[in-house]
Structures are given as C-alpha cells and as structure tokens.
T-cell receptor
Framework: DGGITQSPKYLFRKEGQNVTLSCEQNLNHDAMYWYRQDPGQGLRLIYYSQIVNDFQKGDIAEGYSVSREKKESFPLTVTSAQKNPTAFYLC?????????????FGSGTRLTVV | AQTVTQSQPEMSVQEAETVTLSCTYDTSESDYYLFWYKQPPSRQMILVIRQEAYKQQNATENRFSVNFQKAAKSFSLKISDSQLGDAAMYFCAYRNPNYGGATNKLIFGTGTLLAVQP
C-alpha cells in the first residue's frame, strides 16, 4: 500500500545534540513538507520541497535543516540551534497543486528534549 | 495573502446530535480547493472532506457535509449523528492550485477542538 512513513515514533534528544527525523513516501508525490505542532496548537510550516534537490524555508526554519536527494525521502534535522525542539513533527506529501488534492500525512514523530 | 480563520477554538456536542464548525478564508483567487482535516488523539491527520471552488454543489461524505458559500468565503463543516469517535481537532485548509512559487501550499486554520459528550 502506498503511504508516507515517519520514524521514529518517539525520539529523545539531549541538550546540544542534533537529531534527524525520517520521512519516506512511496506515493510518487513531487512535494514534501515538514510541520511542527505544539500542544493544543495548529500546524507551523518548517520546510518544504517541491522537487528533488530543491527546498524552501517555511515560517519557522531557524534551527532546522533538510535535504531532498531523492524524491521519496525528505529528512529533517533538528540542530542544537533549535532552542525549544520539544514538539510533535508531521511530514506530508502532495501531488501537483492543480490535481486539487490536499496532503497525505505521516503518523508523526514526538521529539522530547531530556 | 490567503488566510484561513477558525473562530471557534472549542466546541461541544452531545452524542447523536449535529454540530457545525465554522471556517472563513480570504483570497482573491476564483479557483481553489478547500479541505477539512481531522486530528484525533492519535495525532494522525485524516482528510475528512474536500471541496472544489468551481463546483456549486456542497461536498458530502457520509455523516460529514459542508456548507460552501463562495461569495461569503465561508466553508463550514456539519457533522450529523455525532459519535464519540468524532472527538478530535478539526482543521480547515485552503489550497491555491497554481503550480510554482510559494503560493500553492495548504494554508491551515488554527483548529477547532470538538468534544463529544455521551
């Protein structure tokens, strides 16, 4: 079955550590996105990529980095520069906007700083 | 810039009753798509319903239906015969279909938390 897979489901980070969240899709979607969600809050866009080897900053990119070397993969690195990384992270993918579909979401990764 | 507003942070409904969640949006485009997503306690985002702006007919999916008022830029979600499993955060979203640039991402509202009382 086609879908989007995020791993791990839970991740713990020590202060000063970089961690990478995985996002893989087998839907042949061109675009991929990373969102951050804090408790009781909406979705805030971190980074997005509309094509391989290209990505753009979203609304809260500071302290995060991404790569898009393959169409299927869009990993997110939370760097030590991100001062408050504890949050729920959602990855999503989509077809071309003209197709008129929304996003397909992964099941998320909960990151906790210990 | 396009914006999506959900003015009800929280709503409550009795089981088997009907509830309507409000959503308004602002755009100068005539062609676009609107969505309602559900996020239950599992945090998985689930597409509930989708509306194409050029279609006047309101979309329906089983117990879920929308009231799409294009001139008023309103897109409310009606849940009929509410069930305990409907308890979730609901997000309204807008998408510009034009490819290219930074304008075609989904724009989300801030969400409405729906509680279903037994």
């Amino acid at each position: 079955d086609g879908g989007i897979t995020q791993s791990p489901k839970y991740l713990f980070r020590k202060e000063g550590q970089n961690v990478t969240l995985s996002c893989e899709q087998n839907l042949n979607h061109d675009a991929m996105y990373w969102y951050r969600q804090d408790p009781g809050q909406g979705l805030r866009l971190i980074y997005y990529s509309q094509i391989v080897n290209d990505f753009q900053k979203g609304d809260i990119a500071e302290g995060y980095s991404v790569s898009r070397e393959k169409k299927e993969s869009f990993p997110l690195t939370v760097t030590s520069a991100q001062k408050n990384p504890t949050a729920f992270y959602l990855c999503a993918s989509s077809t071309r906007p003209r197709d008129g579909y929304g996003y397909t979401f992964g099941s998320g990764t909960r990151l906790t700083v210990v | 810039a396009q914006t999506v507003t959900q003015s009800q942070p929280e709503m409550s409904v009795q089981e088997a009753e009907t509830v309507t969640l409000s959503c308004t949006y602002d755009t100068s485009e005539s062609d676009y798509y609107l969505f309602w997503y559900k996020q239950p306690p599992s945090r998985q985002m689930i597409l509930v319903i989708r509306q194409e702006a050029y279609k006047q007919q309101n979309a329906t999916e089983n117990r879920f239906s929308v009231n799409f008022q294009k001139a008023a830029k309103s897109f409310s979600l009606k849940i009929s015969d509410s069930q305990l499993g409907d308890a979730a955060m609901y997000f309204c979203a807008y998408r510009n279909p034009n490819y290219g640039g930074a304008t075609n991402k989904l724009i989300f509202g801030t969400g409405t938390l729906l509680a279903v009382q037994p």
